[in-house]
């Protein structure tokens, strides 16, 4: 019971910190191009975590099975991932993207059960239902602009290479210390999108930087990389990727209640018959009898 309790606490606090990210990010982006955020970000992050391991005296691993689930977490949810969402938002709409993107838990649940042999049982089938259903409610039907599906293709790869990276991490952690899992994996992933960071300067204009848009990257970079990375997918340690995954949901959540307290966005009452639903769906999963 302990562990499931702390497990939910870190996934419900990284998928917290990535809704709130959308205020912060929505006010660096307009100064900062999105690859060169990211790269900022995950540098910023690999040197926090990097200092840490330092303190903690803890060697980098030698071992090539070890490097093997390093690098693969990098690539696939670091770099590639990221980067079809960043893609596929700016080609379809950002509600379409959380529309989309909403589907992971259910491709976290497929993964599970082919890669972990998780039992797919009734209650956790009904609480991703009643959790999606929430999401839908939240985010709706109809309220984007005009979307493309090459963009919509994107964003589907973009949730499925995010479920597959929880499931590559609960994998890895039978093997490595969560600490030194995400700081070489977000390593990997700065190495990985240093290209397209000097890409886009080549074809944007110049970064923008004031000391409101340097605070907002340092935030992105510890508190939404390194301290958000390393709380998902400590927490996807400890618990059942697929009932893991619901926590997922509290980040569309999180990110329309931000939305309205900082950026005056309006709330409906679909926002709170959505969020009931996500809560439900998620107690529904955690508190599965033995």
Same mark, same amino acid.
């Given at each position: 019971?302990?562990?499931?309790?702390?497990?939910?606490?870190?996934?419900?606090?990284?998928?917290?910190?990535?809704?709130g990210?959308?205020?912060?990010s929505?006010?660096?982006?307009?100064?900062v191009?999105?690859?060169?955020l990211v790269?900022l970000?995950y540098?910023?992050?690999f040197?926090?975590?990097w200092?840490i391991?330092?303190?903690?005296?803890v060697?980098?691993?030698?071992e090539?099975e070890?490097w093997k689930h390093i690098?693969?977490i990098?690539i696939v949810g670091?770099?590639v991932?990221?980067?079809?969402?960043?893609v596929?938002?700016?080609?379809?709409?950002a509600?379409?993207?959380s529309?989309i993107?909403?589907?992971?838990?259910?491709?976290?649940? $497929?993964?599970a059960r082919?890669?972990l042999?998780?039992? !797919?049982t009734?209650?956790?089938?009904s609480? %991703?239902l +009643?959790?999606?259903?929430?999401?839908?409610v939240?985010?709706?039907?109809?309220?984007?602009?005009t979307t493309s599906f090459f963009?919509?293709?994107?964003l589907v790869?973009?949730?499925?290479?995010w479920?597959?990276?929880?499931?590559?991490?609960?994998i890895?952690?039978?093997?490595?210390?969560?600490?030194?899992m995400t700081?070489?994996?977000?390593?990997?992933a700065?190495i990985?999108?240093?290209?397209m960071?000097v890409?886009?300067?080549?074809?944007?204009t110049?970064?923008?930087?004031s000391?409101?848009v340097?605070?907002?990257?340092i935030?992105?970079?510890?508190v939404?990389?390194?301290?958000a990375f390393f709380?998902?997918?400590?927490?996807?340690?400890?618990?059942?990727?697929? $009932?893991?995954?619901?926590?997922?949901?509290f980040q569309? !959540?999180v990110g329309s209640?931000?939305?309205? %307290?900082? +950026?005056h966005?309006?709330l409906?009452v679909?926002?709170?018959?959505?969020g009931?639903?996500?809560?439900?769906?998620?107690?529904?999963?955690v508190?599965?009898?033995?």
């Amino acid at each position: 019971m302990r562990k499931t309790l702390f497990g939910s606490l870190y996934l419900s606090l990284a998928a917290s910190i990535w809704g709130g990210m959308y205020v912060v990010s929505k006010y660096v982006l307009d100064y900062v191009p999105p690859f060169t955020l990211v790269w900022l970000r995950y540098a910023i992050a690999f040197f926090v975590l990097w200092a840490i391991l330092q303190v903690q005296r803890v060697p980098v691993p030698k071992e090539k099975e070890d490097w093997k689930h390093i690098i693969s977490i990098g690539i696939v949810g670091y770099v590639v991932s990221i980067s079809l969402q960043f893609v596929g938002t700016k080609w379809s709409d950002a509600h379409t993207a959380s529309l989309i993107t909403s589907a992971t838990p259910a491709f976290i649940v $497929i993964f599970a059960r082919w890669m972990l042999n998780e039992a !797919l049982t009734l209650r956790k089938l009904s609480a %991703l239902l +009643l959790a999606t259903a929430g999401v839908v409610v939240v985010v709706g039907f109809g309220k984007g602009e005009t979307t493309s599906f090459f963009g919509n293709v994107l964003l589907v790869g973009a949730a499925v290479t995010w479920a597959l990276l929880s499931v590559l991490v609960k994998i890895a952690s039978d093997r490595l210390s969560v600490l030194v899992m995400t700081t070489y994996a977000i390593f990997v992933a700065w190495i990985g999108t240093t290209p397209m960071m000097v890409w886009e300067w080549w074809q944007v204009t110049p970064v923008t930087f004031s000391f409101p848009v340097v605070l907002g990257v340092i935030y992105l970079g510890v508190v939404s990389t390194a301290g958000a990375f390393f709380l998902w997918n400590k927490g996807m340690e400890m618990m059942d990727a697929s $009932i893991g995954s619901l926590f997922f949901f509290f980040q569309p !959540l999180v990110g329309s209640l931000f939305g309205w %307290l900082f +950026l005056h966005e309006q709330l409906h009452v679909s926002f709170w018959i959505g969020g009931t639903l996500i809560i439900v769906g998620v107690i529904v999963a955690v508190f599965e009898k033995k």
